[in-house]
């Protein structure tokens, strides 16, 4: 990386600043399919990355197709999620295309992942669910803080029909934090996320990144 803070992850969610009113309090019912496909996806995705846990750790290699799996499984959850939290209008598509990086279907949501296949760290592979404590502990508060969020945004939407720009950037920024956190927890990359809420991507669609900042102006 030339970009000390790049983080090899980069989600890009689109969202709609205009919302239908009754979209936050029905939106969730009809996301009910993917919410069971993503159940599924979640379990393979856990039995995934414990076989990549023990081929790290005999091989120190990630195969290529593991890591494609574990992309179309965070890419597939943020779809979801964008749509549960009521970003978007548009219905995420069923997608189960399994590359790292983003096939392009949904034009709401980009998510691509630089995965770290060769050359990988043993140790920190074998003691990963404790490096990663301070970020889930973290991340529960971010989380709780989220829903709240979400709550004040619907009535937001209900009364107005728009999202207020600073509670989504929370939200997106919380995303991100969350996107960084799992990629490293399913032994996609060894680097360490960083405590940010901004987009830490290198830019692979050109251009610097632009921050998220939570209760911006």
């Known amino acids: 990386m030339t970009d000390p803070i790049a983080y090899p992850t980069r989600l890009d969610i689109e969202a709609d600043p205009e919302q239908d009113r009754w979209r936050p309090f029905a939106q969730w019912a009809l996301a009910l399919p993917h919410l069971v496909i993503l ?26 197709g593991l890591a494609s799996f574990q992309a179309m499984y965070l890419r597939y959850w943020m779809r979801t999620a964008s749509y549960v939290g009521f970003l978007r209008e548009a219905y995420p598509p069923f997608s189960f295309t399994t590359s790292v990086e ?23 592979t074998f003691f990963r669910l404790v490096l990663v404590i301070p970020h889930v502990l973290v991340l529960a508060l971010l989380s709780l803080a989220a829903l709240i969020v979400l709550v004040v945004a619907a009535f937001a ?10 509670l989504r950037a929370f939200v997106v920024g919380t995303a991100r934090w969350s996107l960084r956190v799992e990629a490293y927890l399913l032994l996609l990359v060894d680097d360490y996320p960083p405590f940010a809420f901004d987009d830490l991507s290198e830019g692979p669609r050109g251009g610097a990144p632009e921050p998220v900042t939570p209760f911006g102006s």
Not at 39 to 64: E, K, N
Not at 103 to 123: A, K
Request: glycine share 6%; hydrophobic share 40%; net charge negative.
């Open 39 to 64: 159940q599924a996806l979640q379990a393979a995705s856990q039995a995934v990355s414990v076989v990549s846990w023990f081929w790290i750790l005999f091989t120190g290699r990630l195969p290529a």
């Open 102 to 124: 983003d096939p392009g279907d949904d034009p709401h949501v980009r998510l691509d992942v630089s995965p770290q296949l060769q050359d990988r760290n043993r140790l920190t």
């Open 157 to 166: 939407v209900l009364f107005t029909g728009r999202w207020p720009d600073s």
